[in-house]
């Protein structure tokens, strides 16, 4: 079945620095892809998205590129903040399966000053 | 703006204890899901549901109930809680399904099972 392999955490930065995150995916067809993030003590909201291959989602100086020959959704910010601290995850949605978004497990992130 | 409010935030239960996880919503959104999240692993989804009257199951239903009697609560029932329970609990809601969906999630309740 499908699923979503997100980099352990946690993942420490100091501010400034460049952030990847990655994450692959293995799904049949052409699944969507989805960026949640989850800031302490609040609930999980989307960060970004992209429907189909080759696009790229990008909100608040976060970007990922959709890519297909690597099964890849890859989040990146290039100078991140002590206020970025936060868990993200990545989902996807396929076309066969109408109600159920399929989740990685969550990567930490702490950035210090 | 309350948008998807849970509640309690932590909770410990003895086994075989039953208890109710509420979910309120006051954004009007037709689509309401459950899931839960065990550590290191993705987000389940245990029930959800498309409008007012009507729920089904999702991936991990087995060991609870739902109900849908208005637009805005959609509780979650454990009704003999076991320790495979133990776990963080998201309740979310949307306005939309498909491409253009967007979740928006309360802040989890923790359940420990002892």
């Known amino acids: 079945g499908d699923s979503v392999t997100q980099m352990e955490g946690p993942v420490t930065l100091s501010e400034e620095a460049f952030l990847t995150i990655n994450c692959t995916y293995t799904?049949?067809?052409?699944?969507?892809l989805f960026w949640y993030v989850q800031y302490p003590g609040e609930g999980l909201q989307l960060l970004l998205k992209?429907?189909?291959a080759d696009d790229k989602g990008s909100n608040k100086g976060f970007e990922a590129t959709y890519r297909k020959e690597t099964t890849s959704f890859h989040l990146e910010k290039g100078s991140v903040q002590v206020s970025d601290s936060a868990v993200y995850f990545c989902a996807l949605r396929n076309v066969d399966s109408n109600y159920q978004l399929i989740w990685g497990a969550g990567t930490k992130l702490i950035i210090k000053p | 703006n309350a948008g998807v409010t849970q509640t309690p935030k932590f909770r410990i239960l003895k086994i075989g204890q039953s208890m109710t996880l509420q979910c309120t919503q006051d954004?009007?959104?037709?689509?309401m899901y459950w899931y839960r999240q065990d550590p290191g692993m993705g987000l389940k989804l245990i029930y959800y549901?498309?409008?007012?009257?009507?729920?089904d199951k999702g991936e991990v239903p087995n060991g609870y109930n739902v109900s849908r009697s208005t637009t805005e609560d959609f509780p979650l029932r454990l009704e003999l809680a076991a320790p495979s329970q133990t776990s963080v609990y998201f309740c979310?809601?949307?306005?939309?399904?498909?491409?253009?969906?967007?979740?928006?999630f309360g802040s989890g309740t923790q359940l420990s099972v002892l």
């Open positions: 799904a049949t067809g052409y699944p969507s």
């Open positions: 979310a809601s949307s306005d939309t399904t498909g491409i253009n969906e967007k979740l928006f």
């Open positions: 954004m009007n959104h037709n689509y």
């Open positions: 549901s498309v409008g007012a009257g009507i729920t």
């Open positions: 992209a429907t189909k």
